[in-house]
């Protein structure tokens, strides 16, 4: 209790003689924290986006009409399965009921859109995906020119490209965001590390004193070690604020007004994210202080 | 309590401090280490508490080699050793009992503890009554006290003094002699270098006399010799 209450003294003594440093370095851990607290939302959410699409990118929906024979059926199974671009496992009959549960499952909060139906008004259909997304448009051609019984194939549908295109700029977006993140944690530690060398600077008169009178390597980095790591955690609780502001006032918002695009959050998004920016903290404190005392505390 | 064996120290550009120094210095000895600015006096005590470590030979304290004595182990060979300075090394900003106090701190004792021992010790040095006098209130005799009550409040078995004289008032460098004797008197092992000839003229204890790093003279009651 003795030591804790040392230390805890030590670390504040410390942490406000070079409150401006101090200060700095936590900024900057909840910038990067804060960046990478967003990234990893914003990409939650667009994730999800893509998800829950009608369509996936790469897919390609094939609607029959309800004349279409079992023979027939076959016929334009095998044809699909033939194409060399399909991924052939992934080809789904998709039955005129299941379409009509989908259906309910999907507007079961509208029962007025499907309750007064008595005849199911959804076509039969194949679902398939491309082994490459990009070669859709070569599957939706072969389909339209070389598949048996044309007069059958009521309509074909495809992926938007918009859809494809936002996955690209996602995918940007994410790489962006990830060196960002890595960029700023380095600079964090290096600012961390700064600052427990100017304390360890600061306090030479009695780092030396301490050694003379046989206090313990660890006794003395301590001191050090928390500064750092409370410097870390600090700036990590800040990101954390952050984040979850942006997360009420902003994002959660958004997903409200755009419903259209079909935004949304997994579940227990937070519950994972809010610990691990903690541990980013700590961690990048930890670093920023063995880093600092490696350098320029001989023990 | 302290062996060497053919203790060399050569420090880098192949210059010798130290040079083939063998001695014993036995429990409850007090001895005068003597010998010109450069003889190898500070290098002595830097090797005895292991800030330097010998080009060969080896050193012995309490029996143990402390040669090769791990790292970590280092702070406790420390604590057997208290140490004083010319430059006394006390923290300005803390008070006479806490710059004392502060030696038991940071090897864990209690408050109780130093609560209880720390007004003892600045009592058996003649600071009982400049408990809460900051290090720039006191004459330098008064400061190099408060430093040898640092050394010995946790009560090692060896107290090394370099040059405890050489920023002292010479009428007061005496009494701070007159204290390492008395500490010495409990049994302590104390070991004084200095070039101060009055000193050591003064109190006839046993000499170690050191010349460009290498023994010249061991007396007992001897007088400081050089000119």
């Known amino acids: ?299 | 309590m302290i062996r060497m064996r053919r203790v060399t120290k050569i420090y880098k550009g192949n210059v010798y401090a130290l040079e083939d120094v063998t001695l014993d210095i036995e429990k409850g000895e007090f001895v005068f280490l003597v010998g010109p600015s450069g003889s190898g006096k500070t290098t002595f005590i830097k090797l005895l508490i292991k800030e330097e470590e010998p080009t060969s030979g080896q050193i012995y304290i309490a029996d143990t080699n402390i040669n090769q004595l791990r790292k970590w182990k280092v702070p406790y060979l420390r604590r057997k050793i208290g140490c004083v300075f010319q430059d006394f090394k006390l923290l300005p900003h803390k008070t006479v009992f806490q710059n004392v106090a502060y030696a038991m701190e940071v090897t864990g004792k209690s408050r109780r503890l130093i609560e209880q021992q720390v007004p003892e010790v600045l009592k058996l040095v003649g600071l009982g009554h400049k408990l809460d006098a900051f290090p720039d209130e006191l004459s330098g005799g008064e400061q190099q006290r408060v430093a040898i009550a640092r050394a010995f409040i946790n009560r090692p078995p060896i107290l090394l003094a370099d040059e405890p004289t050489g920023n002292v008032d010479p009428s007061l460098g005496e009494g701070i002699v007159r204290l390492l004797e008395k500490i010495n008197s409990t049994g302590t092992t104390v070991i004084v270098a200095t070039h101060d000839k009055n000193i050591v003229d003064a109190f006839r204890k046993r000499v170690i006399a050191l010349e460009n790093g290498r023994i010249i003279r061991d007396q007992d009651r001897g007088v400081y010799g050089y000119e």
Request: aromatic share 10%.
């Open chain 1, 1 to 299: 209790m003795n030591r804790v209450k040392y230390f805890a003294a030590e670390t504040w003594a410390s942490l406000r003689k070079n409150i401006i440093l101090a200060v700095a370095a936590i900024a900057v851990v909840a910038v990067s924290l804060g960046i990478l607290g967003l990234v990893v939302m914003g990409w939650n959410m667009f994730t999800n986006m893509i998800k829950n699409a009608e369509r996936k990118v790469g897919e390609v929906d094939l609607y029959l009409t309800d004349l279409t024979t079992t023979e027939e059926l076959k016929a334009i199974e095998a044809f699909l399965a033939s194409i060399p671009e399909v991924d052939a496992a992934t080809i789904y009959f998709k039955s005129k009921d299941e379409a009509l549960q989908e259906f309910k499952e999907r507007f079961k909060d509208q029962p007025e859109l499907w309750e007064y139906i008595d005849e199911n008004p959804l076509p039969n259909s194949y679902e398939l995906m491309t082994k490459d997304p990009k070669d859709v448009g070569v599957v939706v051609n072969r389909i339209k020119n070389d598949a048996p019984h044309p007069e059958r194939i009521e309509d074909i549908k495809s992926a938007s490209s918009a859809i494809e295109k936002l996955e690209n700029i996602f995918d940007k977006f994410r790489q962006i965001g990830i060196v960002a993140v890595v960029a700023l944690a380095v600079i964090a530690i290096l600012l961390v590390s700064v600052t427990i060398q100017v304390a360890i600077f600061a306090r030479r008169r009695e780092i030396g004193i301490m050694k003379l009178v046989g206090a313990t390597n660890w006794f003395i980095r301590w001191p050090f070690v928390i500064e750092g790591v409370f410097e870390g955690t600090v700036g990590s609780l800040v990101a954390i604020l952050v984040v979850l502001s942006v997360k009420v006032w902003i994002l959660d918002r958004l997903v409200e007004s755009l419903q259209f695009l079909r935004l949304s959050f997994s579940a227990g998004l937070l519950a994972v994210l809010v610990p691990c920016i903690l541990l980013g903290g700590v961690v990048i404190g930890a670093l920023g202080s063995a880093y600092a005392l490696g350098r320029f505390l001989e023990v």
